[in-house]
């Protein structure tokens, strides 16, 4: 496994760096670790990576980097999708015998909240989310089905439902190994609200239409801005896709409830940590949910105008977005439990967040994401 400490001689020798970038100094290896130990290159004279890397190629990190290298290679190979070589990372190099994989590197790009979280309530951007509405819009346009998504060379794409929709049915093995807070999420979901229920019914939604990314959210979505000069568009932003790792065929409106439910995430992470119930620590927001659905709204339009849907196709995938993002956030609930003894609060908001919207897909559609389009009855 490459390291700060043995990179240089690998890299030199697969030709994505030069001796001479050696010699003059005009080299940065860091550590850039999350979930894979990934390491970013950056250099002047040329195009600087973040090379990636499984944490523990055993359980899987070696199948999924695959994943994301033939995603890319598909995307970069054929021309009937060229237009999505905007929303991804060039693939510079791929060794799998090693499971490495090497991307252009985003110089001065931002994660999605961290652009957010730089404005105050009142000049939120909304317009970043119009463009990332519009990046899904193209991506689940491009790879629709019938289309370029049935070329043989994505079979191996998987078509499976969310984990998170049977999250409800652990085996053994799961509850052997899961935190107490874990446990205690668990229960709510078989015990209350009928979630239990509601999960299952999602499972019987899931519509398998396009390719899509899969893992919608924050950390995964990249923003480069135009140039500070006077002739700039402040709004003409450009949106970066990355973490292909996860990529499938499957319901589109799972990568819109992604979307949506990071902003009940942003929401969520804007309140002041304390010793509240949920119903006070709503009250300690920084960015107010009716701030948010602004962002929301502009997230849809973009999206459904370049997704080019017909209005009861529109409908149809946003209802099932809505219930979808009620998932999302079961999901992120659950793993912010991961490693605690107690449910955190946030976690408990998230459950119940995610119950009323179960409850009434119709209200929580207009209540949590202020879009004002009409879906039919669940």
């Given at each position: 496994m490459l390291s700060i400490e043995n990179a240089l001689p690998y890299l030199?020798?697969?030709?994505?760096?030069?001796?001479?970038t050696v010699l003059e100094g005009e080299l940065l290896i860091a550590n850039a670790a999350r979930r894979n130990r990934n390491l970013r290159v950056t250099r002047k004279d040329g195009v600087s990576y973040l090379i990636k890397q499984p944490d523990d190629p055993t359980y899987g990190g070696a199948y999924t980097l695959r994943c994301e290298a033939g995603f890319y290679s598909f995307c970069q190979e054929e021309p009937k999708?060229?237009?999505?070589?905007?929303?991804?990372?060039r693939m510079m190099y791929f060794d799998p015998e090693r499971s490495l994989l090497a991307l252009e590197l985003f110089e001065g790009a931002k994660p999605l909240w961290s652009l957010y979280a730089k404005t105050d309530a009142m000049s939120f951007p909304a317009h970043i989310a119009s463009a990332l509405g519009r990046a899904l819009g193209l991506l689940h346009k491009t790879l629709r089905l019938p289309g370029a998504a049935e070329d043989a060379r994505l079979n191996w794409l998987r078509r499976d439902a969310p984990w998170v929709m049977q999250v409800h049915k652990p085996g053994p093995e799961l509850l052997a190994s899961i935190s107490p807070a874990n446990y205690q999420t668990l229960r709510i979901l078989q015990t209350q609200e009928n979630l239990s229920a509601h999960l299952d019914k999602l499972r019987r939604l899931w519509h398998t239409r396009s390719v899509i990314h899969s893992d919608i959210k924050s950390d995964n979505v990249l923003v480069l801005q135009p140039a500070p000069d006077d002739a700039a568009d402040p709004k003409a932003v450009e949106i970066r896709l990355v973490d292909w790792e996860t990529v499938q065929l499957g319901d589109p409106a799972w990568d819109v409830a992604g979307a949506l439910q990071d902003f009940i995430l942003f929401w969520v992470s804007s309140m002041t940590p304390g010793a509240y119930t949920p119903e006070q620590l709503v009250t300690t927001a920084r960015y107010p949910l009716i701030v948010l659905q602004s962002a929301m709204r502009m997230l849809w339009r973009g999206y459904r105008t370049t997704a080019e849907l017909k209005p009861g196709d529109a409908e149809d995938?946003?209802?099932?977005a809505v219930q979808y993002s009620a998932a999302r956030l079961i999901q992120s609930a659950y793993e912010m439990a991961m490693n605690a003894q107690t449910l955190p609060v946030t976690s408990v908001l998230m459950l119940q967040v995610s119950a009323n919207i179960l409850a009434d897909p119709r209200a929580g559609q207009t209540e949590f994401y202020g879009i004002i389009q009409e879906i039919p009855a669940p």
């Open positions: 030199i020798e697969r030709g994505l760096l030069t001796p001479q999708v060229a237009e999505l070589k905007s929303l991804m990372p995938l946003l209802r099932r």
